[in-house]
């Protein structure tokens, strides 16, 4: 209505009604870009230390073609520069404080907050050239990789988008802890957490993934561990470079980092920005809801196998046409209403 009041000589437009007009086209060029697969429009690098390995090291996300997918290379090893590493959950080597992909010798761990960010900023396609053992854990946040994403820029390529939609649930146990996928009309992560040191407690924190819930509530929120672990961590040669510069430190009775919490859940926070990185490890996008309770690294492995082995549980299927642009998130909530229904392009096989 508005670009038609505009049209007719002499005749003035509300500002309102105008900014209405321009929202709504934005909104609709932006629901027609998702129906495509993207890749970063231009090369941007991070560099930093590894957490564990204690490396420093580098990585360069370069634009892919559509249908690669997010891929690994190893640059410092000539094994690793001859064959790209699939970040897919079929290709994970190890999920021990981190999750890590490709063969012995030649292995990328940590990938976890890369693919969150990737995934939150729906690119599809990256090909990640890294030099060393361990993409770098910055502040211990996604924050860095999210910076390096819009100095990139994304650009979209004229293959269709898919979607991996549930069908049905599919749950895993381990001991006390569990995870699960519903049908779901978005993109919804739940996580619970339930740890006896008071500092944390329980906490609970939700979340339907996009670009700008991601930026503003998830991104930011840093890896945590425990002082007395220390020394086992370092036995068994990990946390070789964590320090109170990428980690949140928690002492008997505080938390030691001098500027203390970034939010009153930041624990919870973190633990949903690994899943979304981990639940990337599908390959494509997961419409549907996934919660877990006192979850990590293994256990959204173990759902990703689940799922991917319940045949009759997903379908891969083309993008939705028209995508709810509400993003909900919720602290310490319990399920949120559904969001409106998506109007689904035929399955694919």
């Known amino acids: 209505m508005a670009g038609f009041l505009k049209s007719l000589p002499g005749r003035l437009v509300p500002r309102a009604a105008s900014a209405a007009g321009s929202r709504l086209g934005r909104k609709r060029v932006m629901q027609a870009q998702r129906g495509r697969q993207s890749t970063v429009r231009r090369p941007a690098t991070v560099t ?48 021990d404080l981190c999750t890590s992909v490709g063969p012995s010798g030649a292995s990328v761990a ?5 693919m969150a960010a990737l ?41 269709p988008r898919r979607y991996i939609r549930i069908l049905k649930p599919v749950r895993v146990e381990v001991g006390e802890s569990f995870a699960e996928f519903t049908p779901y009309d978005g993109r919804r992560v739940e996580v619970e957490i339930d740890f006896k ?15 700008e819930c991601f930026r503003r ?8 561990g425990f002082l007395a672990d220390v020394e086992q961590l370092w036995s068994r ?69 689940a799922l991917f082995a319940a045949a009759d549980a997903w379908v891969m299927t083309e993008a939705p046409r028209r995508e709810s642009a509400r993003s909900e998130v919720a602290a310490g909530a319990g ?7 998506a109007a689904w392009g035929p399955d694919a096989s």
């Open 237 to 305: 040669g990990l946390a070789l470079g964590a320090s109170l510069e990428n980690a949140i430190v928690i002492g008997d009775d505080r938390v030691i980092n001098p500027e203390g919490l970034r939010y009153a859940d930041e624990f919870a926070r973190h633990k949903l920005l690994d899943a979304v990185g981990d639940l990337a490890l599908a390959g494509a996008p997961i419409f549907g809801r996934y919660r877990s309770y006192r979850g990590g690294h293994r256990l959204n492995f173990k759902a990703l196998e």
């Open 335 to 341: 399920p949120a209403a559904p969001l409106a229904a």
């Open 119 to 159: 995934s939150a900023f729906d690119v599809d396609n990256v090909m990640v050239e890294i030099d060393g053992p361990e993409v770098p854990v910055m502040d211990g946040s996604a924050g860095a990789f999210v910076a390096a994403l819009d100095e990139a820029g994304v650009a979209r390529l004229e293959a």
């Open 48 to 95: 930093g230390i590894g957490v564990h390995s204690g490396r420093n090291a580098s990585i360069t996300l370069h634009p892919a073609e559509a249908n690669n997918g997010i891929t690994f290379f190893r640059a410092d090893i000539a094994a690793g520069r001859d064959a790209e590493i699939p970040a897919r959950f079929t290709h994970v080597s190890t999920t």
């Open 217 to 224: 509530d998830i991104a930011r929120a840093r890896t945590f």
């Open 110 to 114: 940590t990938i976890e907050h890369l």
């Open 197 to 211: 040191n008071p500092l944390i407690g329980n906490q609970v924190f939700a979340a339907s993934i996009d670009r």
